[in-house]
């Protein structure tokens, strides 16, 4: 166990392969991306609205289709239902995004330049917990709008949890969401760097292997 450990230490410690540093570089390019596109994607469709009003979350604001104006249609059906506005001021606590995106870029470019192949996991473990926990505090707000309603609003409805993921039907009203183009591109970084921790892995695993052969 002990020698298993000594190994790992010793692999984290290596450097990171010099054509490894530039795919790493220029993989940021796709966080830079994240900002440009909208993160998660709501639709709804009824049959007063066939072509549906559009609900995009950045990850530094809330858009919506139509120029902007399906947020305040939206919100004006939310508030027949008793259901608080879904606007960037609800989803404050999301405001940590941007800066975590930017800290990211700062520590992938950083490591590219001066890092070893432990800093390029400790970015996938940063990565990785803020997807998890991003996804997480996005559920729990949308749970939190669905079932803090207003007793006192003109029609009552039995609290819900609004769609995160695929469709649901609510009331005469189909929603669909899913993640956005932004989502796929924080993705593309992770998909990239965690490909680069598996072939260092891999090409230092043969190295070890030939070592010892030898």
């Known amino acids: 166990m002990s020698n298993a450990m000594d190994a790992f230490y010793r692999f984290l410690d290596e450097p990171i392969f010099p054509w490894a540093r ?9 966080v830079g991306l994240s900002f440009t596109a909208p993160m998660w994607h709501i639709n709804m469709k009824a049959p007063q609205y066939p072509q549906g009003l559009d609900l995009y979350i950045y990850s530094y604001k809330v858009d919506g289709g139509n120029d ?9 059906l939310n508030h027949y239902i008793g259901m608080a506005p879904l606007d960037r001021a609800a989803l404050s606590d999301l405001d940590w995004i941007p800066f975590l995106f930017a800290g990211m870029i700062i520590l992938a470019l950083r490591t590219a330049l001066i890092g070893k192949v432990g800093s390029m996991l400790d970015l996938l473990v940063m990565t990785t917990y803020a ?19 207003d007793p006192r ?3 009552t409805i039995e609290p819900f949890m609004p769609v995160m993921l ?3 039907q609510i009331a005469n009203f189909l929603t669909e969401a899913g993640p956005g183009l932004g989502t796929w591109y924080v993705a593309i970084f992770a998909t990239g760097l965690t490909l680069l921790l598996v072939i260092h892995l891999i090409v230092g695993r043969k190295r070890h292997v030939s070592s010892a052969g030898g």
């Open 22 to 30: 530039l795919v790493l570089a220029l993989l940021t390019v796709f």
């Open 68 to 76: 902007g104006n399906d947020v305040q249609e939206i919100n004006v």
């Open 131 to 149: 997807g998890v926990f991003g996804f997480g505090r996005l559920y729990y707000k949308l749970y939190t709008f669905g079932h803090n309603l």
């Open 153 to 155: 609003a003109p029609v």
């Open 166 to 168: 695929g469709k649901k």
